[in-house]
C-alpha cells in the first residue's frame, strides 16, 4: 500500500517526506531534525531505498548527516546543484557533505517498486527539480502555495525561473504539491491563482 507521511520542521517551516510503498520508503529533502522520521522508520520497519533532493540548500539536506548514523542508502541531487553540498557560501549551510551523492542523469529514477519523473526547474537554484511520483509533486523551492523561490540568492536566475515558469504552467494532469516549507496545494489551485504561474496561462 502506497502512502505519503510528511515531518515538518520548526526551525524554518520545512517538509520532509517520506515516501512509503509497502515497506519500502524514499526520503525527500530532509531537514535539520529527522529523529521522529528515523523513529517512525524503525517502528514501521521500513527499508529506506534512497534520498532525493529538490535542490542544494542546506535547510532541505541537513539532516543527511544523522540520517547517514542510522541508514546506509545513496542520494540523489542534480549536477547542476551538486557543488552546492561542498560550498557553504552557496547552500547557507554549516557543514559539507562527505559522502559523494548519486546524480539525477535522465528524466525519470526507478528505485525498488518506486517510478519517478523528474521535471527541470532551474530559477531558485541552477538545478532544482520537481519529483512527480503517481499525482504528486515534490517542488522543493520552486513553487509553493501562492508564492514562487526566492531568485535574488547566489546561482539563482530570475530569467530561468520565468522559463521554469512557463513549461510547468503546460503540465497537464490533477496533481498536488508537496512544496519544501508550509503547507500543499495543487497544481488547479496555483494555475487559477499564484500570480507567478497564472500569467503564463493567460498569455
Not at 58 to 72: C, P, S
Not at 180 to 194: I, R, V
Amino acid at each position: 500500500m502506497k502512502r505519503l507521511k510528511t515531518f515538518v520542521d520548526a526551525k524554518m517551516a520545512n517538509d520532509t517526506y517520506l515516501l512509503i510503498d509497502n515497506k519500502q520508503a524514499v526520503i525527500i529533502d530532509p531537514s535539520f531534525s529527522v529523529n521522529k522520521l528515523m523513529t517512525y522508520i524503525k517502528e514501521e520497519k521500513l527499508k529506506v531505498l534512497a534520498v532525493l533532493l529538490t535542490h542544494g540548500h542546506y535547510d532541505h539536506y541537513a539532516g543527511l548527516k544523522d540520517l547517514g548514523k542510522f541508514i546506509d542508502c545513496p542520494y540523489y541531487i542534480s549536477e547542476e546543484d551538486a557543488g552546492y553540498l561542498y560550498d557553504k557560501r552557496m547552500s547557507f549551510g554549516f557543514w559539507t557533505v562527505d559522502k559523494e551523492p548519486e546524480i539525477y542523469t535522465k528524466d525519470d529514477l526507478v528505485l525498488g517498486d518506486f517510478r519517478f519523473s523528474l521535471l527541470k526547474v532551474p530559477g531558485h537554484t541552477p538545478g532544482g527539480v520537481v519529483i512527480i511520483w503517481d499525482n504528486k509533486m515534490f517542488t522543493g523551492d520552486f513553487i509553493f502555495h501562492g508564492d514562487i523561490g526566492r531568485t535574488d540568492l547566489p546561482g539563482s536566475s530570475p530569467k530561468q525561473m520565468e522559463e521554469s515558469l512557463k513549461r510547468f504552467a503546460e503540465v497537464q494532469g490533477d496533481y498536488i504539491i508537496y512544496p519544501g516549507h508550509e503547507e500543499s496545494t495543487t497544481l488547479a489551485e496555483e494555475k487559477k491563482n499564484n500570480p507567478y504561474l497564472r500569467r503564463y496561462i493567460e498569455n
